[in-house]
Nanobody, 126 residues
């Protein structure tokens, strides 16, 4: 059974930090990219960050560049998203997904993802 378990969300004040984890199982982790998405109420799901586990190459949405860092521990089949200097606009449910990389779709194309996990809530508020 494929599982992508996102954890680490919570309530944090603006300027604070959170570290999200995505624990993967049931597929060949090293052959996939892991992608973080988020969705706020009333808005479309948007891509946040991506890491290709084949070569550790990374991609970030413009809105989080310089604040978020994605990393992968292949030995643990786990991807992390370190989120610093959080803003109220970062409030959303954060999801991780797995993508067998191809050149047919963009890095944050929702329809290209092969597997999805349940999300973890991040709330940034004073």
């Amino acid at each position: 059974e494929v599982q992508l378990v996102a954890s680490g969300g919570g309530l944090v004040q603006p300027g604070g930090s959170l570290r999200l984890s995505c624990a993967a199982s049931g597929f060949t982790f090293d052959d996939y990219a892991i992608v973080w998405f988020r969705q706020a109420p009333g808005k479309e799901r948007e891509g946040v960050s991506r890491i290709d586990n084949r070569d550790r190459s990374t991609t970030y949405a413009d809105s989080v560049k310089g604040r978020f860092t994605i990393s992968s521990d292949n030995a643990k089949n786990t991807v992390y998203l370190q989120m610093n200097n959080l803003k109220p606009g970062d409030t959303a449910v954060y999801y991780c997904a797995a993508d067998r990389p191809s050149s047919w779709y963009g890095p944050f194309d929702t329809y290209a993802m092969d597997y999805w996990g349940k999300g973890t809530q991040v709330t940034v508020s004073s």
